[in-house]
């Protein structure tokens, strides 16, 4: 396992950290047995990931507290990032949302604290105050934001500095290359990325756009005629699939799963600290944490880009993955 600097700390981190969303089991993942849970938080931890990021939102705290259940007795080995809803905003919310993720996760205290989604309807000042006041009573140990666009976090830099933006990013899904990510390398603020498997369609288990179930063929790829999709747009399934059969290719010939070669491509990325993706099999966690140690000659990492290209072009700038323009949540 690589380590890397988590930016304004000194704390190194798993360049690959473990997604705790599936955990929970829902509509778009499926049911979750808690043992094989366990099982994959261990895998994860021996395999030398030592960074784990869940949410409140997950499984109404579900997730947080089957993290908390695997690592008890190991909190000194791992960071624990988690994340408050969009409805907590204000400062009393705050204080008590965090205050229940610790006891789910017990533990004393939050590495990485971070807003979950920008709530407009509440000035950035009231929760960062809130956030601030959590860093003092030692509850939490730094602050960063998530799926924060070039506006918001502009906004929030005139308060404080969060140490990371999390965003989804990966060879299908390069939105933030346009404006966010030069943002954030400029002020030395962390990427991390989430879904970088774009919903585990680089995982090879869909071969056509059909056989994606629609508790996952939500996002912008897809057409607005598919059940449960909201961005009301055309999609650009055969760009999509057009990628991941060429992707493949590459990966035959490097002698790498799709799985690996996505999650080190990543990597490669200047600006970007942790590739964060969710894993609900101990396999899946020993698979995820050996991307670390694949270092893709620059050919490679820039024979993706092309190939990717077609799939960044057509879904443009916009970097929320499930709402068209006109409704995104960044801004």
Same mark, same amino acid.
């Given at each position: 396992m690589r380590y890397v600097n988590l930016p304004g700390t000194d704390w190194n981190v798993s360049a690959v950290a473990m997604g705790c969303w599936a955990l929970a089991g829902d509509q778009t993942w499926g049911p979750q047995d808690e043992a094989e849970s366990i099982a994959t938080i261990h895998a994860a931890l021996d395999a030398g990931i030592n960074f784990f990021d869940t949410a409140e939102l997950y499984g109404a705290g579900l997730a947080e507290e089957v993290l908390g259940k695997a690592l008890r007795g190991q909190r000194e080995k791992v960071f624990f990032a988690s994340k408050f809803n969009w409805e907590n905003a204000r400062y009393d919310k705050v204080i008590s949302a965090c205050e229940a993720s610790l006891r789910r996760l017990r533990t004393d205290v939050i590495d990485l604290y971070q807003i979950h989604w920008a709530n407009w309807?509440? !000035?950035?000042?009231?929760?960062? %105050?809130? =956030? *601030?006041? =959590? /860093?003092?009573?030692?509850k939490i140990r730094a602050i960063g934001v998530c799926n924060f666009g070039v506006q918001d976090l502009t906004a929030i830099l005139r308060l404080g500095k969060p140490v990371t933006n999390q965003l989804p990013y990966g060879l299908l899904f390069r939105a933030i290359e346009y404006d966010i990510l030069p +943002?954030?390398?400029? /002020?030395?603020?962390?990427? +991390?990325?989430? %879904? !970088?498997?774009?919903?585990? =369609? =680089?995982?090879? /288990?869909?071969?056509? !756009?059909? *056989?994606v179930p629609p508790g996952r063929a939500r996002t912008r790829h897809f057409s607005s005629t598919r059940p449960l999709t909201r961005h009301g747009e055309p999609g650009c399934e055969a760009e999509t699939f057009a990628a991941i059969h060429q992707i493949e290719e590459v990966a035959k010939q490097l002698g790498v799963t799709v799985v690996r070669l996505a999650l080190a491509w990543l990597l490669a990325q200047p600006g970007v600290t942790s590739v964060i993706n969710g894993m609900r099999r101990p396999h899946q966690a020993r698979e995820n944490a050996a991307a670390a140690d694949l270092a893709l000659p620059t050919e490679v990492v820039e024979q993706l880009r092309r190939i990717t290209d077609p799939v960044k072009e057509k879904l443009g700038p916009n970097p929320d993955m499930w709402e068209g323009s006109a409704r995104s949540r960044f801004r």
């Open positions: 309807d509440v !000035p950035f000042e009231e929760t960062w %105050s809130a =956030l *601030e006041e =959590l /860093k003092r009573q030692g +943002l954030c390398r400029a /002020k030395n603020i962390g990427v +991390l990325c989430y %879904s !970088p498997l774009t919903i585990g =369609l =680089l995982t090879g /288990k869909y071969r056509t !756009p059909d *056989e």
